[in-house]
C-alpha cells in the first residue's frame, strides 16, 4: 500500500491551519503543521514533509527566509513550497519566486484551490528533477540565477516589467499562466488592462525569438494565456 504524502502547513493562524489540515486530510494527505517559521525548521528535519504550504509573514523567521534555508540544504531543497501571503503586492509574489517558491496564493483563498494547487505542485515534482539554474533554448540562453538572458552571445536588455512576466513563466516551463494570472503576479493591486500584458510579451519575443511572429520560446496557449517552451 502507497504511504500518503505528508504535506505540511506553516501559519500562525491557528483556525486557518484546522481548516487547511480538514481539506488536506479530505484529500488523503497526512498532514503535519507548523505556528512559526523557526519550528517549522525543525518539523522540516525531522520529517521531510513531501510538500509545504508556507505563509510569509511568521513570528521567528518568515516564510522567505524559511525557503531560502530550506534551498540552501542539499538533502530537502527539492520540497516543493506554496506560499501563503495576505499581501498582493507583486514584489512579494516575484521575491518568493526568487527564494525558490514553486507556487504562491494570495489570502484569502478557496481551500479547494490549494488542493488542487498542492495535486498540481506534487505531480510537477514527481514528473521532473529540481529545476535547471540556466535554459539552453536554440541561440537563447536565459541564466535564472541572474536573471541575465543572453541571444547568439550577446546581452539582452529587457524592461523590469518584461523580466518579471518571463521570471513568473520561468517559475513554470511548460505550464501555461493566465492573462489574470500574470497581472495578479507582475503588477499586483495596480488596475492595468490585460492588454499591457500581450504588450509586453510582443516586446519580449520581439527580443528574443527568431521570428516573433512564430515564437518558439513564448508559447500562446490559446484560450488560457502563456508559456514558456524549454525542450
Not at 496564493?105 to 505531480?123: C, I, Q
Not at 512576466?165 to 499586483?188: F, H, N, Q, Y
Not at 521570428?211 to 520560446?217: A, E, G, L, S, V
Request: proline share 4%; net charge negative.
Amino acid at each position: 500500500m502507497q504511504s500518503k504524502k505528508k504535506i505540511l502547513i506553516v501559519d500562525d493562524e491557528k483556525q486557518l491551519v484546522s481548516l487547511v489540515s480538514l481539506h488536506m486530510k479530505m484529500s488523503g494527505y497526512e498532514v503535519l503543521s507548523a505556528n512559526d517559521g523557526e519550528e517549522a525548521l525543525s518539523i522540516i528535519k525531522e520529517e521531510r514533509p513531501d510538500l509545504i504550504i508556507l505563509d510569509l509573514m511568521l513570528p521567528k523567521i518568515d516564510g522567505w527566509e524559511v525557503c531560502k534555508r530550506l534551498r540552501a540544504e542539499s538533502r530537502m531543497g527539492n520540497i516543493p513550497v506554496i506560499m501563503l501571503t495576505a499581501r498582493s503586492e507583486s514584489a512579494d509574489k516575484l521575491k518568493g519566486f526568487e527564494c525558490g517558491a514553486d507556487d504562491y496564493v494570495t489570502k484569502p483563498f478557496s481551500p479547494r484551490e490549494l488542493v488542487a494547487r498542492v495535486k498540481r505542485v506534487l505531480a510537477r515534482s514527481e514528473n521532473g528533477s529540481s529545476a535547471p539554474k540556466r535554459y539552453n533554448i536554440g541561440n537563447v540562453v536565459i541564466d535564472l540565477q541572474d536573471f541575465t538572458i543572453k541571444v547568439k552571445s550577446e546581452d539582452v536588455d529587457i524592461t523590469e516589467k518584461e523580466r518579471n512576466i518571463l521570471k513568473a513563466l520561468m517559475a513554470r516551463p511548460g505550464e501555461p499562466l493566465s492573462r489574470e494570472r500574470l497581472l495578479d503576479i507582475v503588477w499586483g493591486d495596480d488596475n492595468v488592462e490585460y492588454g499591457n500584458i500581450d504588450v509586453h510579451i510582443r516586446h519580449l519575443r520581439e527580443k528574443i525569438e527568431k521570428d516573433p511572429d512564430d515564437p518558439k520560446i513564448i508559447k500562446t496557449v490559446k484560450g488560457v494565456g502563456y508559456a514558456v517552451e524549454v525542450t
